[in-house]
T-cell receptor, first 117, second 113 residues
Framework: GAVVSQHPSRVICKSGTSVKIECRSL??????MFWYRQFPKQSLMLMAT?????????EQGVEKDKFLINHASLTLSTLTVTSAHPEDSSFYIC?????????????FGPGTRLLVL | GEDVEQSLFLSVREGDSSVINCTYT??????LYWYKQEPGAGLQLLTY?????DMKQDQRLTVLLNKKDKHLSLRIADTQTGDSAIYFC?????????????FGTGTRLKVLA
């Protein structure tokens, strides 16, 4: 199946710093990628839809100035957590839509665990 | 409501069948999905079903869809210890091209040897 990678897999940062997470589709092009957040033992919450070449669409309650999304190419989307605080600590997962699959299917990255001290 | 609901836990013995249930909300969902998540990892697509189907079988996996009741189930035959994980159902919402996934609460499957 299609492969999506994320980098880094884990990151620890100090409060107040910014952290960038990359999401790449390795063997297909993705005009649409999605960013999710998962708290321990909870489901995935969609944060935003990342559209190549245009602005991301954020879900209600997600601060767009806090979580900056850039989808500069058909294989790369980045999520930057700005001025991170301990409450931003979470597991962040991206997914990419494989349009070539002929159906609406998302393939997920392995996730990035962020710990803000 | 807006939630996609699943029972939180399921425990079965190795070799038995597991049935994981899901109740979704959007009757216009085109596709419904089952994903598996192992500890500390991302989501692995297991199978999906198109909304005009009642059943789909894929090796040990059988998906049943009751569209009238908005009920989806995943049956795993001959459950193995490697099947222990969290299973999420997801529905796609929105028109084609702008859809997004809404995930269920997840069912933690524990397989006892």
């Amino acid at each position: 199946g299609a492969v999506v990678s994320q980098h880094p897999s884990r990151v620890i940062c100090k409060s107040g710093t910014s952290v960038k997470i990359e999401c790449r589709s390795l063997d297909f092009q993705a005009t649409t990628m999605f960013w999710y957040r998962q708290f321990p033992k909870q489901s995935l919450m969609l944060m935003a839809t990342s559209n190549e070449g245009s602005k991301a669409t954020y879900e209600q309650g997600v601060e767009k100035d806090k979580f900056l999304i850039n989808h500069a190419s058909l294989t790369l989307s980045t999520l930057t957590v700005t001025s991170a605080h301990p409450e931003d600590s979470s597991f962040y997962i991206c997914s990419a839509r494989d349009q070539g699959a002929g159906r609406e299917t998302q393939y997920f990255g392995p996730g990035t665990r962020l710990l803000v001290l | 409501g807006e939630d996609v609901e699943q029972s939180l836990f399921l425990s079965v013995r190795e070799g038995d069948s597991s049935v994981i249930n899901c109740t979704y909300t959007d009757s216009s969902s085109t596709y419904l999905y089952w994903y598996k998540q192992e500890p500390g990892a991302g989501l692995q697509l297991l199978t999906y079903i198109f909304s005009n189907m009642d059943m789909k079988q894929d090796q040990r996996l059988t998906v049943l869809l009751n569209k009238k009741d908005k009920h989806l189930s995943l049956r795993i035959a001959d459950t193995q210890t490697g099947d222990s994980a969290i299973y999420f159902c997801a529905e796609s919402r929105g028109p084609a091209g702008t859809y997004k996934y809404i995930f269920g609460t997840g069912t933690r499957l524990k397989v006892l040897a």
